[in-house]
């Protein structure tokens, strides 16, 4: 007993001496919270608290979104509003927040109401390595110092509202793993200089304004997962260089650009592809045999294209989404590989070429299915059997086709989750089922449907030319 009195009493001192020591030094140090009250009252207005705890005379270290990493220096500042529209920040960066001198990481992100031009204070944070402001409301241009920030490894500025060019001095960046300036208002080329940051995994530029060529720059990015330049102005061709990104890069986004010229060939060598979105550009040409090799991807976007038969027999155990729509494809069948997946979710073939009686397609999985748009075929019989067989579809577009079926034979209030269904143009005959008021979008217009329209939100439009012969 007098052992484990005497450890109590041990411990009891060691707390009470760990609490002393805690009293004195566990205060952060006085230009940290100098620098952090600073950019406090730069936030004019913070609805959900997020800097409550930011006081002065406590211990900044303790603070909301504050770590200090061994010692009383702050290291990292990290605040966001997780996407929910009533948690944001409004006010500016200060400049005062440039005392906290041994920061690493500045994360801002979904703080949605953070104006003002970029913060020049960073360059007076030698430390500084990961640099984030993300979905706030950042304007003008990127400093053309901003190539002095070469400790940084990830800095992203997508969502905000920067413009103009991409400073050329980026290319001193060299340690960069991440560069992220999706959805601003970037303008110019893609500066042939990002040659120079051999070490992103991740580049996105998509959503801005950049026009001009894709530069023939990836020659050394053997890290590069990720590449999205979509929704932009670019034109030309893909450039060859992307070929040797083949080994690792399993995203490749350009849709929603004015590329041009033919899909090339060493794409099909892309062992490791997830995703390939070529969709609205000019591509033409035929999709590459190559294209067999690609066992494992699993997303395809061709849509909006000027390609042509014959598109190859591709070897995908588990295609999840595919949309060929709007090419000039004359497929007469949806191809084996799509009806065999067990897992895909989408399928957009409008405009195909499609020969074939509904009643036929019999898709090894409609679990997962949430999206099917066979518009504008020449697809014949009856989608009872498929729609009946589908549990999660919210989306069913097949007009202008040759379907031909009754439709109170429609069993939808099934399908508790189908929003959008478009069976406008075909030859569909019978009764609506009162159960369509639970759509969001419908339009059977120009069939034979024949009697009473059932009271609904859609306007008439939807049901126009329905006793049409
Ligand atoms: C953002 O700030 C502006 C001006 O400071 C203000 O008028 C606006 O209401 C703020 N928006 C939100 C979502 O708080
Ligand atoms: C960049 O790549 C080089 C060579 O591959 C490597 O030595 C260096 O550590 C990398 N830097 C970072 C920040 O990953
Ligand atoms: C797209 O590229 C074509 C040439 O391939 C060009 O004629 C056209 O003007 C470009 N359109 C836009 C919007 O840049
Ligand atoms: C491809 O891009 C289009 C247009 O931007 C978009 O609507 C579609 O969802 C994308 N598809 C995939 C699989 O990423
Ligand atoms: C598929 O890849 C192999 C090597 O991995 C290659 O020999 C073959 O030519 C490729 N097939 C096609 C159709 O390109
Ligand atoms: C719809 O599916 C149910 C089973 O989920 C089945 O009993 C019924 O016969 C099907 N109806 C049609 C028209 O296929």
Redo the contacts with the bound molecule.
Sequence with gaps: MAFSCSSVVLIVFSLFLLQCLRGNAAKCHADDEAGLLGFKSGITDDPSGMLNSWEAGTDCCTWGGIECQGGNRVTDIILFGGGDPKIYLTGTISPALSKVRYLQTIYFKDLQNITGTFPELVFKLPRLQFFYIENCDLHGRLPSKIGRLSRLQGPSFAKNAFSGPIPSSISKLTQLTYLSLGSNYFTGEIPDGIRHLKNLSVLNLEQNLFHGKIPDAFSSFFDLYFLSLSNNGLSGEIPPSISALAPRLAFLLLDRNNLSGNIPDFLGNFKALDTLNLSWNGFSGIVPKSFRNLTKIFNLDFSHNDLVDPFPAMDVRGIESLDLSYNHFHLGQIPKWVTSSPIIYSLKLARCGLKFKLDDWKPYETYFYDYIDLSDNEISGSP??LL??TDYLVGFWAARNQLRFNME?L?LP?MKTLKYLDLSRNLIYGKLPSSISGLKKLNVAYNHLCCKIPATRFSAKAFLGRLSV
Excluded: H
């Design positions: 009872v059997r009946n067989s034979n069993k099934k």
